[in-house]
C-alpha cells in the first residue's frame, strides 16, 4: 500500500487518537513512547515501505518488521488492525482478560514477529533474521524499530558489529530518537550524540529525519532501502516523546505517566 503525504498525515492523526483511546482504556499501556512512534509505523504499512500479507502474516514473500521497543509500540494496534491483520473489534478489548492485544505484545498478535518485553535484543534477532534470508537468497527485507533509550543496552552494539561485519545490506534500523529513556533525558543518563557518526564508525551508512514530517521520513526510509550502500542502513528519526499531548511532551517522566480519560477526551474531541 502506498498512499500520498496528505492521506499519509491524515491516517497519523488517527492512529493518534485511537492511541489515546486505548491508554484511556487500557492506563497500563506506555503511551508516551508510542504516540512518538505513530510516524514511523504509519510510512511503513501504508507508505509502500514495508511488504505485508494481512491475509498471512508469516508469508514467506512478506519483509520482516522487529518491533524492539515493543512497549513503545500501541500506535501499532491501530494500524494492524485496518489493515486487516485482525477484527478491530478487538481494539476495544486490550489489556482486558481473554484479549490478545496485551501491554507489551508478543507473536500471538498477528504482525509482530517477536517477543518484545525485554529490551535490547530486536536489533539482534532482526540481524539473524537478515542474515538468514541472504543465505536463503531472497530479496526480503527486514526493518527494525528501537528507542533511542533502548541503545542504552550493550547488546544493541554487539548486534550493530556483527550486522556491519556480515555486510547486511537488507537490513534497515529505525531509531525513535526521542531524547527520552525511562526516567530522564537519555543525554542526562548515558548521551548518545553524535549518533549518526557512531553508526558509522561501526560500519553502517546512517541518515536522519524528522520522526512527525511522513514525507521526509518515507524519503529518508526509502532511500535506506534502496541505497547501494554494502551493509546496514540506520535511520534516526529525531519525535517528541508524547506527541500529541502537551502534558506528556514537556515532562521528563512521561514513560511512566498515565492520563486520565478526562485528558484523553480532551485530546480527541471524544469523537471514535
Known sequence: MNVNVEELKERAARVRAETLRIHAAAPETRVASS????????????????????????????????VSKGHGSISLYPILADRGFFPKEELQRVCRPGSFLGGIPDPVIPGYETVNGSLGHGPGVGAGMALALKRHGSDRRVVVVTGDGE???GAVWEAFLFAAQHKLDNLVLIVDDNSRCMMDDTARVVGLAPLADKFRAF??????????????LRAAIGAAQASDYPGPRAVI???????????????PLCHVRTLTPQEVEELTGGAP
Do not use: M
Open 237 to 251: 528519526a529525531h519525535t517528541v516523546k508524547g506527541k500529541g499531548a502537551p502534558s506528556l511532551e514537556g515532562d
Open 35 to 66: 504516540l512518538s512512534a505513530v510516524e514511523i509505523y504509519v510510512c511503513l504499512f501504508y507508505g509502500g515501505l514495508l511488504r505485508h500479507n494481512p491475509a498471512d502474516p508469516r508469508d514467506p514473500a512478506r519483509d520482516r518488521l522487529i
Open 151 to 153: 541503545l542504552h543496552e
Open 203 to 216: 560500519g553502517w551508512s546512517a541518515a536522519e529525519a524528522d520522526g512527525h514530517d511522513v514525507e521526509a
